[in-house]
């Protein structure tokens, strides 16, 4: 949701002298005698005077060197923009391995890392396992095996339509150690969405599960797997993972139980050396349109980039249990896997939903496991907050020294709930941006930075990031929002599309020329703290003026009836658009044409008479995606009466039965 920088003037969160003192960041301008983080930002993103190299090639070539990322070869350049920021070449010259550094040299017979928890895993119904980094590497091996015993080779693409178990993790990097191409696929996706994705990868094996537990009830995999691969074609071998021990449907000849083909073959294997720009994940996001988008991630920047924001902006330490909830299918899975691992960190996974057997179930494993870091999207904490502070009680999550989160724009009333209920009023919360095209961050805040409610901070370290009008041009006033924009590339940046440059290049170039439109309203206060407003590219266009969808559903959550919003365009004789508003309200509030006349009015009054609603629908639920977000688009679909694409991408597709029966 959206906020009004004049309500979140002052700051909430000062980070002590005794914490800068022994930060990561510290530390790293006091090897390269930086005195400021501005300073630094500076030096990372821009020419420095006297010194050859520029800020770019500068501070991606010294991140390396400090984190002490290993190439096998080392790079000629640190990169190549000659023809263009569009296709920067990174690490010119290098060769490594993503899975060496995240895994093999942890788990060396001398490696003090050795026996150190890797993951811990908890399912729903309470089974927990700790994998260490010795077993890592072994069942990492072993699938390396398994693959190219399958005629598995670099370039060749393997799915992971897999239960959230701890045997991805293995998965992933048993890909990456052939070079093959990762391409998971988030386990909520039914039939259409995940053979989608099967077909434009090509995927020729496909690890699943029979399936995986979720609010106490067992979800089914194979069969939606063998419908998808029906569909789609291509997967020539299907290696099954027994979760839950049911029959399932087999397909002789092609179908192979983890155990027999994973469980049982050589444990040793030679990571592979690969060229810097070599494919190592291709990631899928959904268009505006629905079509999803094949993204594209090389070794090098699906390295770098992890390591650089989880040592700097979540100032990793040796003794964090980090946990983000997500799905392997989605970017922060992958993400939080390789940062962590790439330090010899210890990751945490949970299989299921986050109010089951109840509400506290995020606050009892914070305080069983002695979680020290929790990343979570917005709508899943509006969710939690409406339970109060009663599933708190008793629960010690004094372990916990940073909040996350990403996804979409804060609320400052439940960002402030985070940060005081969960948080405990001192634990600061890190609000990154990014996305999956770039697998990490534009905009993220260090816990040596003071902190606004719902802020971003502002630009990551390494990122050239501006905000911009529509011609392109910065934008100075404070009062004005603008196009988030980069002005140049990443390491980790998608080096194009699976399907071509074409639409690339449309996507993310066609608007300002060389600068990246990320498709994010952004804004900075007079302060210098950043903040995000909703996409761009969902604008409502009402007579002539617009407004993002974000903004209308921000001043609706304002009302004290109100637990969360969707705003929608509808075609309008006399304005073109109207906004139709669907509103979900708190508990022991009641549905009424007062209400909805108070909501038109208030939306009216913050935002413009010319953006009331036209319409204020009720709803019991919204479509959610199994990380909490609101699917606006399917909203607008149901609306529309149009097909619905991507339909099984969320997590409760009864709730758009409540939209088209919307009160």
Not at 350 to 356: I, K
Not at 485 to 499: E, H
Request: net charge negative; proline share 5%; hydrophobic share 35%.
């Amino acid at each position: 949701m959206t906020q009004t920088l004049e309500e979140i003037d002052e700051v909430s969160y000062e980070p002590d002298a005794e914490l800068a003192e022994g930060s990561n960041v510290h530390a790293f301008m006091q090897e390269y005698g930086i005195d400021s983080f501005e300073e630094l930002h500076r030096r990372s993103t821009t020419d420095i005077e006297g010194v050859e190299a520029s800020g770019l090639d500068w501070f991606w070539g010294a991140v390396v060197d400090h984190l002490d990322l290993e190439f096998d070869e080392p790079y000629d350049a640190v990169r190549d923009a000659s023809d263009g920021p569009q296709f920067t070449d990174w690490y010119v010259g290098g060769e490594l391995n993503i899975a060496h550094n995240a895994v093999d040299r942890h788990a060396a017979p001398d490696s003090p890392t050795r026996n150190r928890v890797a993951t811990i895993w908890e399912g729903e119904e309470g089974a927990v396992r700790e994998v260490t980094y010795h077993e890592l590497h072994r069942q990492s091996n072993r699938v390396a095996n398994a693959l190219e015993q399958r005629g598995i080779e670099t370039g060749d693409t393997v799915g992971l339509y897999m239960p959230m178990v701890p045997e991805v993790v293995s998965i992933l990097y048993g890909c990456l150690k052939t070079g093959a191409i990762a391409v998971p696929i988030f386990s909520g996706f039914g039939v259409d969405a995940t053979a989608t994705r099967i077909a434009d990868a090509e995927c020729r094996v496909l690890f699943t599960g029979d399936g995986f537990y979720r609010r106490g009830n067992e979800i089914r995999l194979k069969g939606a797997a063998d419908d998808a691969i029906e569909a789609a074609g291509h997967v020539e071998h299907t290696i099954v993972y027994d979760r839950l021990g049911l029959d399932v449907p087999w397909t002789e000849g092609r179908d192979e139980w983890w155990a027999d083909s994973v469980g049982e073959v050589d444990d040793s294997y030679e990571t592979k050396s690969l060229p810097a720009d070599q494919e190592s994940m291709l990631l899928y996001s959904s268009g505006t349109t629905g079509e999803p988008k094949g993204i594209v991630h090389t070794h090098a920047g699906g390295l770098v980039q992890p390591a650089k924001e989880l040592y700097f902006s979540f100032d990793h330490q040796p003794s964090d249990r980090f946990f983000w909830v997500s799905d392997i299918g989605w970017m922060m899975g992958p993400w939080t896997l390789i940062g962590n691992h790439v330090f010899g960190g210890t990751m945490f996974m949970y299989e299921g939903a986050p109010d089951y057997p109840g509400p506290d179930r995020y606050w009892e494993m914070i305080d069983r496991h002695g979680l020290t870091v929790f990343g979570i999207s917005p709508t899943a904490i509006r969710a939690l907050q409406k339970y109060g502070e009663e599933p708190l009680e008793g629960y010690d999550l004094s372990t916990l020294r940073l909040l996350g989160s990403t996804g979409e724009p804060w609320d400052p009333e439940s960002w402030q709930w985070f940060y005081e209920h969960v948080g405990n009023s001192e634990t600061p919360i890190m609000n990154i941006s990014g996305g999956t095209e770039i697998f990490g961050c534009f905009l993220q805040p260090l816990p040596t930075h003071s902190l606004k409610p719902c802020t971003l901070g502002g630009p990551a370290l390494g990122m050239d990031i501006d905000i911009v009008d529509a011609r392109g041009e910065s934008v100075a006033d404070e009062s004005e929002r603008g196009y988030l924009v980069a002005n140049s590339s990443a390491p980790s940046m998608t080096k194009s599309l699976w399907s071509g440059d074409e639409r690339y290049l449309e996507e993310y170039w066609s608007r300002f020329g060389d600068m990246w439109d990320h498709g994010d309203w952004a804004q900075r206060d007079e302060d210098g703290f950043w903040f995000l407003h909703g996409r761009s590219d969902d604008v409502l266009n009402v007579a002539g003026r617009k407004v993002g969808p974000a903004e209308v559903e921000g001043a609706l959550i304002d009302h004290e009836a109100v637990n969360a919003a969707a705003a929608v365009g509808a075609e309008d004789d006399t304005t073109g658009t109207a906004i139709v508003t669907y509103a979900q309200l708190e508990p022991g509030h009641e549905e009424s044409d007062d209400l909805r006349g108070e909501l038109r009015t208030q939306v009216g009054e913050q935002l413009g008479k010319p953006f009331r609603p036209r319409e204020v629908l009720f709803v019991d639920e919204f479509p959610k995606t199994q990380s909490g977000k609101i699917v606006r688009r399917l909203i607008q679909s149901v609306h529309e009466g149009d097909e619905m694409g991507d339909l099984s991408s969320i997590e409760n597709p009864g709730a758009l039965d409540t939209i088209a029966e919307a009160r």
